[in-house]
């Protein structure tokens, strides 16, 4: 047998890459040993231990900078692309465990699974989010999804907690066998699992007319599609945020929405375009029927986590208005509004829980009713978060919505931006609702005192807070840097 080389320059490369990565997954060992010696009253420091390490990922995915970095032979590159998207997932962790420091206290997650689980699980957005091999996608995808499936059953004692699980995990099962076998479909009639090689590869026509190919192609779309909550593949969103706890919630609204799409922008950029004009017309089908769907649903609403569940779709939709422009302007819309939607949609779950005294009932809109003069600060930076939600200016939300139906005026799809503008009218109604519940409904009884924030908790909804009014008013250097992430991935 001949011995074995290892390319030890090849190897270390290819460790620099994951570099972020790498110190998510130490991290999030080392929050399970100290969970073994820490005494249980100081169980707070785990989570400490954990905000710690993502802000050390954050700043080790700084030092790889925009450069093309590739490894283990190509199935991971750390890019443009892969540097914004790296940097929206951990900051939207960051967030996460920022809000953690009350959250966990309040609702006893305090435990060391609870936040290994969030770090490990964002190591696999990373991975999907900087694959360029469909493998490596799927990997990252299936490292994504298992954390997540404990953490929405994570509160075992209630049983909306049990179902949104159970029914997360059983549709999320179907999805990942309809993407493993799309990618197998896409082996057979290429020999490749490169998705750079497979764009090639589909420019010859005898390849486009091959019924294996394009159904390999359709049932990667549905893989992604039920990542990204498109619509029909929607079931089990409502479900599952509304039972999960309310950070776990936020932090898959947010990091897992931007890792499924960022891959999906990956494959819709590079392959999609030799499918033209059918994949448009398929992307374009679904993106209004995900807005529309997503806002309809939103308004008969009366749980605020269930009507943010079905605004979650209905953003989904006005991203993909980007992937159907498919160009560099579609595509940087896409980035900046996943950047833009993480803070907002985080910012407005962050004021919810602390409004909230009950995981199921807590979140009735009627609860909601008459804080907006006892509590002004923490009813002003909600209706902040929703104003921006609905894409009113000045803030980010309206500038993302504008880039992308732009994007789409731009690429001829004049009525998709029509429609989508017109969903984001409908959408102004049960996001101001909430605003009028708070401002000029009377409490049905006594106004409940919010949870004390920690600090911590405070500055996380204040960065949020200043990320939503800063890239609303001056958002240029951003875009660029979306644009650019953009063009690395095409060149």
Request: net charge neutral; charged share 10%; with cysteine.
């Amino acid at each position: 047998m001949a011995p074995i080389v290892i390319d030890s320059a090849a190897l270390v490369q290819g460790l620099y890459s994951i570099l972020p990565e790498l110190v998510l997954i130490a991290t999030a060992i080392l929050v399970l040993l100290a969970d073994l010696v820490v005494p249980e009253e100081g169980k707070k420091t785990l989570c400490g231990i954990s905000a710690t390490g993502t802000g050390a990922a954050i700043l080790s995915a700084l030092a790889l900078g925009p450069g093309r970095i590739e490894g283990f032979s190509g199935m991971i590159v750390h890019d443009g692309m892969g540097l914004f998207v790296t940097l929206t997932i951990l900051a939207a962790a960051l967030l996460t465990f920022l809000m953690a420091t009350g959250y966990s206290e309040w609702e006893g997650t305090q435990k060391g699974e609870f936040y290994a689980l969030l770090l490990l699980s964002t190591s696999g957005m990373l991975f999907m989010a900087k694959g360029t091999d469909l493998m490596t996608v799927f990997l990252g995808l299936e490292t994504l999804s298992i954390p997540i499936y404990v953490l929405v059953g994570f509160h075992r004692q209630r049983m909306t907690s049990l179902e949104g699980a159970l029914k997360y995990f059983l549709l999320g099962a179907f999805a990942s066998g309809f993407l493993l076998y799309g990618i197998a479909l896409l082996y057979a009639t290429t020999g490749t699992t490169k998705i750079a090689a497979i764009a090639t590869m589909a420019r010859d026509a005898r390849l486009l007319a091959s019924p294996t190919f394009l159904a390999g192609v359709g049932l990667l779309l549905v893989g992604f599609a039920f990542k990204v909550s498109l619509v029909p593949f929607h079931m089990w969103t409502p479900d599952a945020y509304q039972g999960a706890p309310t950070l776990v919630t936020g932090f898959m609204s947010a990091a897992v929405k931007a890792a499924a799409f960022a891959a999906l922008l990956r494959v819709s950029m590079l392959i999609f375009p030799v499918l033209a004009p059918m994949m448009a017309a398929i992307l374009w089908v679904l993106a209004v029927l995900t807005m529309t769907v997503g806002n309809f649903s939103a308004l008969l609403q009366d749980n605020v986590k269930r009507m943010l569940a079905y605004s979650s779709i209905a953003h989904a939709g006005y991203i993909l208005v980007g992937l159907v422009a498919g160009d560099v302007a579609g595509g940087q819309a896409a980035l900046f509004y996943l950047l833009v939607y993480a803070f907002m949609n985080l910012g407005a779950f962050g004021v919810i829980m602390l409004l909230a005294h009950r995981e199921d009932d807590g979140y009735d809109i009627g609860n909601f009713a008459g804080i907006g003069f006892r509590y002004p600060v923490l009813a002003g930076l909600l209706t902040l978060f929703l104003v921006s939600l609905a894409g009113i200016p000045p803030t980010a939300g309206f500038v993302g919505k504008f880039y992308l139906f732009g994007a789409a005026v731009k690429s001829g799809y004049v009525g998709l931006a029509i429609l989508g503008v017109l969903n984001s009218a409908v959408s102004v109604y049960y996001y101001l609702r909430l605003v009028v519940y708070m401002y000029m409904l009377p409490a049905q009884g006594e106004i409940p005192v919010p949870r004390p924030p920690r600090t911590a908790f405070s500055l996380a909804l204040c960065a949020s807070a200043a990320v939503v009014l800063v890239l609303g008013i001056v958002p240029r250097s951003m875009l660029e840097f979306a644009e650019r992430s953009i063009i690395s991935l095409l060149m």
